[in-house]
């Protein structure tokens, strides 16, 4: 379960709050699209949910831990063991090949299921890509990488950022059902960043990050 409870943020220089007393609850194993204008706040939101950054105010309790986390180590152990983030920008460790960089979070808590990542390589179609170089992939082999990296090792909690923006619409309807079918086997919660109506619909919630909050209904 995710309960934000009336957050806001405000960058320094900014003239407004990019979040202005937002609140979403998310249950264990639902999956909530956010949709909105670019720089609408949704990266912004996903950063504070994994706490790379902290609201302003409000709170945020992802299961029995509240945010921020006591420490940097304890946000380290909570993120290994209980979150799968799928950046915008993939963040994949360049000098390793594909299957070292879908293990790497698995091999530092040393459960390391090979199968399992083996059936997710092959449900997002990058199998092949097994000993390629994450420097010679194509942004859309780097976007599916990235979501097995955050998948594999069985997360309680997936932040997905735009997971299909770079992905034609085939692989795309591919993709997303990859990602919200591992989801729903796994009894994981899912909140999905996305423009795409297609994989939007695809959740239990649907909402639109518009003036700072969450609405249920587009503009
Ligand atoms: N670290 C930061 N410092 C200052 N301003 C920031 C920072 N990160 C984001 N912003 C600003 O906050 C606003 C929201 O950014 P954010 O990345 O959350 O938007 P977004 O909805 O994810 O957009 P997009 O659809 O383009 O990815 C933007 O105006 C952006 O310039
Ligand atoms: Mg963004």
Redesign the pocket.
């Known amino acids: 379960m995710i309960n934000i409870n009336a957050i806001s943020k405000r960058?320094?220089?900014?003239d407004a709050p990019?979040l202005n007393n937002l609140s979403l609850t998310v249950s264990d194993g639902n999956s909530v699209s956010i949709r909105?204008?670019?720089?609408?706040?949704?990266?912004?939101?996903l950063s504070l949910i994994a706490g790379f950054e902290s609201p302003d105010s409000g709170s945020i309790t992802i299961g029995s831990q509240t945010l921020p986390f006591s420490s940097e180590k304890n946000a380290d152990i909570f993120r290994r063991r209980e979150l799968g983030v799928i950046f915008?920008s993939y963040n994949l460790i360049e000098c390793l090949n594909v299957w070292d960089n879908i293990a790497f979070t698995c091999r530092l808590k040393g459960n390391s299921d090979d199968s399992y990542q083996l059936h997710i390589m092959a449900l997002l179609g990058i199998t092949h890509l097994k000993n390629k170089p994450a420097h010679q992939l194509s942004g859309g082999e780097q976007q599916r990488v990235a979501i097995s990296r955050a998948l594999v090792h069985k997360p309680t909690l997936v932040l997905a950022?735009?997971p299909t923006g770079n992905l034609d619409e085939d692989t795309s309807d591919t993709v997303s059902d990859a990602l919200y079918s591992l989801c729903r086997s796994l009894d994981t919660t899912l909140v999905v960043?996305t423009?795409s109506e297609d994989v939007a619909r695809m959740a239990t919630q649907q909402c639109w990050?518009r003036h700072g909050q969450l609405h249920s209904e587009p503009a």
């Open positions: 960058y320094s220089h900014a990019v909105g204008a670019s720089g609408s706040g949704k990266s912004t939101l915008q950022d735009e960043v423009h990050l």
